[in-house]
Structure formats: structure tokens, C-alpha cells
């Protein structure tokens, strides 16, 4: 059974950091491209940031560059999103998503490319 279950996720103050994880069952990893998605209420979900097969490629929302960092553990079969210097904009339920690849590709940033995606996590920033 393939599945994406994320975790990590919280109340945090504005100015603190936060670090979201996606364990994923069922796949190996290492053949997937991994995204991480939000939506806040009333908004349609966007694209966050991306991580290719070969971690050669990573793509960052102009909204998160320089705060947000993407990673990956193949051999734990697990996707990262360290969040810093968060504000209360990032307030969203954040999905993690993978999409099978062949390496050398760009991982997508649109959200229609992907296949697979969790449950998702809240996260609420806010004094």
C-alpha cells in the first residue's frame, strides 16, 4: 500500500522555525520527484517548493526563498521541509506530493504534475 504521511507540523510564533517531514510507504524514493504544497483558507493550493530524483534540481516559491529549505533521505525514505523566520502568511495545511521521474529532470513545480499526495498538516503561525 503506497502512502504519504506527513508530520511535524504546529503552533508556532512568528519569527520561529518548524521542520515538516513525509515519510513515504509503498515507494522507493529515490525514483520520485518530491513537492511540498500549502492552502490557506480561502485559497487554492500553491506550489512551495520541489526536489528532484538526483536532488539536482530544487525549485522555491518566491514567497519562501532564503526561509524554507527542501531535503530528502533516500534511505529513509523521507522528504524534509525546515521552515525559518516563519510569518503568519505561512499559516496553510501543507501537503507533501511525488511524482515518478527518471533522473536528469527538473522536479515540476504545478500541482497537477503529481501523483501521490498526503493528508496534510497544519501548520499556524501566530502570537
Known amino acids: 500500500q503506497v502512502q504519504l504521511v506527513e508530520s511535524g507540523g504546529g503552533l508556532v510564533q512568528p519569527g520561529g522555525s518548524l521542520r515538516l517531514s513525509c515519510a513515504a510507504s509503498?515507494?522507493?524514493?529515490?525514483?520520485?520527484?518530491a513537492a511540498w504544497f500549502r492552502q490557506a483558507p480561502g485559497k487554492e493550493r500553491e506550489g512551495v517548493s520541489c526536489i528532484s530524483v538526483d536532488k539536482g534540481n530544487t525549485y522555491y516559491a518566491d514567497s519562501v526563498k532564503g526561509r524554507f529549505t527542501i531535503s530528502r533521505d533516500n534511505v529513509k525514505n523521507t522528504v524534509y521541509l525546515q521552515m525559518n523566520s516563519l510569518k503568519p502568511e505561512d499559516t496553510a495545511v501543507y501537503y507533501c506530493a511525488l511524482v515518478r521521474s527518471p533522473s536528469g529532470y527538473d522536479c515540476p513545480a504545478a500541482e497537477d504534475d503529481y501523483d501521490y499526495w498526503g493528508q496534510g498538516t497544519q501548520v499556524t503561525v501566530s502570537s
Open positions: 509503498g515507494f522507493i524514493l529515490n525514483y520520485y520527484h
